[in-house]
């Protein structure tokens, strides 16, 4: 299940934009490239279970952070031996065992802090992530700080109640991890039995534009996903690092954050299709080359309000990518998380809670922004479904992943 969330890409309309746009050229050099997804583990992560959790027939509107999940698996790898450890290391894509976890968590650690730094600037983030244990033995207290002050993974215990009061508890910790926002509940419930460790992690985002998007410039447009609806589109004209690949016919449009600090990722197929396609056409290769080749181009840009958010549990998903033995409570060895852990401890469960709303408002500052220059702009008109990515500009790193297949909106058609 899916909750309503407004997700709105706010775009001021381009007709009137491109027409009124200011006649003084802009002098400002393009922000340096972050770096390339190519060699990022969070990208790499992220993609992997993107493509996982895509291959359901029943996967709509898509959404999760690869840096949460990534960090959380990293705070539990530390403590971790064995081939629990190195199957977390493979999941991590870890350069080398004896190396990766330092490496990794220095990366990871380097990451969460980047994002933590921009907030309230680039983008308002409210985000918890924590390790929840169930009749377990003592948590070791030096595992519990170093997660917190690598990873800000919390431990809760679980009370001693079923089932039901367990994803009570577990809802109530990520509805405050989203800053009040009641997140949708699990479709399966989580059978916790004495010895598990439930991984839980939340985020909620919303974007601040580089340049402030007008509402008042509303129209309602159809959007064409799997349902045919009717939606408001916002339209805004200015210069956008931009790619088209017309081998793979997809458009790659970067719209930065305020500060450049973080920007917005879409890819946008040229045509109208669903997004099967360019979902297994998706490789790190690929989408380093895309980034790369983008250019600072005069664009008119419509996108949708839309809806996106996600509760996800991830156990099928995790297992199918190589992370086996940390559920199977006879081989998982948690021996740095617990010195009495053998043949008690294992993973329960890894939840994972994201939404995303980018609004119109800009960061702070937006008056003192130089001049576009605007001629000819090319179109960008997101009436069907496209991917979606933010990352750090800074590090690289990805916090989030998802797609738009669905706008919510008055119903027109059947089904495609």
């Known amino acids: 299940m899916q909750p309503t969330l407004p997700v709105c890409l706010l775009i001021a309309l381009p007709v009137l934009l491109v027409q009124g746009s200011k006649t003084g050229s802009s002098k400002k050099s393009p922000a340096p490239r972050p770096p ?67 490496q990794v968590g220095e990366f990871l650690s380097g990451a969460l802090k980047s994002f933590t730094k921009a907030n309230g600037t680039t983008f308002h983030l409210h985000t918890s992530s924590a390790v929840f244990s169930k009749q377990a033995p003592p948590v070791s207290q030096a595992f519990v700080k170093d ?24 809802h109530g910790w990520a509805k405050a991890g989203l800053g009040g926002l009641e997140g949708a509940p699990l479709e399966a419930e989580i059978q916790a039995k004495a010895g598990a460790l439930i991984l839980a992690s939340a985020l909620r985002f919303k974007g601040l534009w580089e340049r402030e998007f007008s509402e008042e410039r ?47 990722v879409l890819l946008l197929p040229f045509h109208v299709e669903d997004l099967s396609r360019l979902d297994k056409l998706l490789t790190l290769e690929l989408l380093s080359k895309w980034l790369e080749k983008t250019t600072v181009t005069s664009m008119a840009i419509s996108v949708p309000k839309a809806n996106i958010s996600n509760t996800l549990s991830l156990q099928k998903q995790l297992s199918a990518l190589g992370l086996t033995d940390a559920w199977d409570q006879k081989v998982a060895d948690f021996s740095g998380v617990s010195d009495k852990s053998k043949g008690k401890l294992h993973l329960g469960g890894v939840l994972h809670w994201a939404s995303l709303e980018l609004a119109a408002q800009a960061g702070k500052g937006d008056a003192d922004l130089e001049e576009e220059n605007i001629e000819k702009p090319k179109l960008f008109y997101a009436d069907h479904p496209f991917i979606i990515f933010v990352r750090d500009n800074a590090t690289g790193a990805l916090l989030l992943m998802g797609a738009l297949d669905h706008a919510e909106g008055e119903p027109l058609h059947d089904e495609l």
């Open 36 to 102: 390339p997804p190519l060699g990022d583990l969070s990208w790499a992560l992220g993609l992997r279970l993107y493509q996982v959790l895509r291959s359901e027939s029943s996967s709509v509107n898509t959404l999760f952070s690869p840096l949460l999940v990534a960090s959380s698996l990293g705070a539990l790898g530390g403590g971790s031996a064995g081939t629990t450890a190195s199957q977390v290391q493979d999941l991590l894509k870890a350069p080398s065992p004896s190396k990766a976890g330092a």
């Open 147 to 170: 997660t917190q002050a690598k990873f800000r993974l919390q431990h809760r215990p679980l009370g001693k109640g079923d089932s039901k009061a367990d994803l009570k508890q577990l």
């Open 218 to 264: 509303t129209d309602l447009r159809t959007f064409l996903g799997k349902k045919y609806t009717k939606v408001s589109m916002m339209h805004r004209a200015g210069l956008y690092r931009h790619h088209e690949d017309v081998e793979n016919m997809v458009q790659v449009l970067e719209a930065p954050l305020w500060g450049g600090k973080a920007s917005l």
